[in-house]
């Protein structure tokens, strides 16, 4: 099984990009989804999860601006990331946890927030 992240890239401040990650491979009883992010120096952070029966939650620090949502039928989760700020930046990893516990990461896409 495999998690592609699509979707990265350079924005100005307060633009928009919507990330994309498709999981391949059999997986089954995907639990949650969601979105991580590691900026350069600091750790890997939360941002956003969706659940199975499509309850969200997000972090603070994205919450009004960003929005996650599932298509089930395709095993992909998106976020919609609007009003970026330069604090955005960051590499964006997926992650799908199945109803067995089991997390499964994609492998990063970048998001560039500079004029």
């Known amino acids: 099984v495999q998690l592609q992240a699509f979707g990265g890239g350079l924005v100005q401040p307060g633009g928009s990009l919507r990330l994309s990650c498709a999981a391949s491979?059999?997986?089954?009883?995907?639990?949650?989804m969601g979105w991580f992010r590691q900026a350069p120096g600091k750790q890997r952070e939360w941002v956003a999860t969706?659940?199975?029966?499509?309850?969200?939650n997000y972090a603070d620090s994205v919450k009004g601006r960003f929005t996650i949502s599932k298509d089930n039928a395709k095993n992909t989760v998106y976020v919609e990331m609007s009003s970026l700020q330069p604090e955005d930046t960051a590499i964006y990893y997926c992650?799908?946890?199945?109803?067995?516990?089991?997390?499964?990461w994609g492998q990063g896409t970048q998001v560039t927030v500079s004029s």
């Open positions: 969706i659940t199975r029966g499509g309850s969200t």
């Open positions: 491979g059999s997986i089954f009883s995907i639990n949650v």
């Open positions: 992650n799908m946890v199945t109803s067995s516990g089991r997390p499964y």
